[in-house]
């Protein structure tokens, strides 16, 4: 009987030691911590981009700061420019968060915590559920829409895209509104130009955009 506790002793402590490691490898800090959905980032690097160039080049810092009168960021700019690692640095750090670790970000930073997290990354067409890209997306979409609220954090990426532009556009803007008035937080990615224009009449959608140095072939 004495090895039963003993053995659950043993896995918690190796368990915090791993924590541990993993946090001192990415360079892991201990943001300020808001019971309510918050977002106010320093300095954050995806934790796994940082640990791939460790020693070879640096990282650049996201700065993001999202509240509860503007809690969408609707993000532009060119391919390559770092919008899709921009919403994957969103979605990671605030898993990680949730999941009890140390994340890249800078300790004056404060931390939100979100009762669900919905993402959209990716290609995820099924032949076998015959789904094709655009309606895979759409399928997400509606779920979002039904189920997202203001403790929620959605996550798009290349919001709208995989159909004829002209359609593809209109649709992604009335799901953008629709997440908007349920006050739902969110970062999406987008390369049309009517949702840029949306973005910038509604007060809880802020515009962003990506540069990308063509002299250096860096964002």
Known sequence: NELIPAYQFLAVIDFTRAKAKFSIDIAGDLPKLNSNPDLNWLHAKHPLLYLSLKGK???????IDLTSLNPFLLISGPN??????????VGLIQYMVQCGLLVPLHDKSTVGIFKNI???????????????????HLKNMAF??????????????????????????GIAESILNGLIEKNVWGVATTHYYNLKLFAGNHDKIRNGAMLFDSKQLAP
Do not use: W
């Open 144 to 169: 979002f829409l039904a189920n997202a609220h203001e403790s929620t954090l959605v996550l798009m990426d290349e919001l709208g895209a995989g159909t004829d532009p002209n359609f593809g556009g």
């Open 57 to 63: 080049r640096d990282v650049v810092p996201l700065t």
């Open 118 to 136: 919905f993402l959209d990354i990716g290609d995820q067409q099924s032949i076998e559920n015959d789904l094709s890209t655009y309606s895979s």
């Open 80 to 89: 390559a420019g770092g919008k899709s690692v921009c919403l994957k640095t």
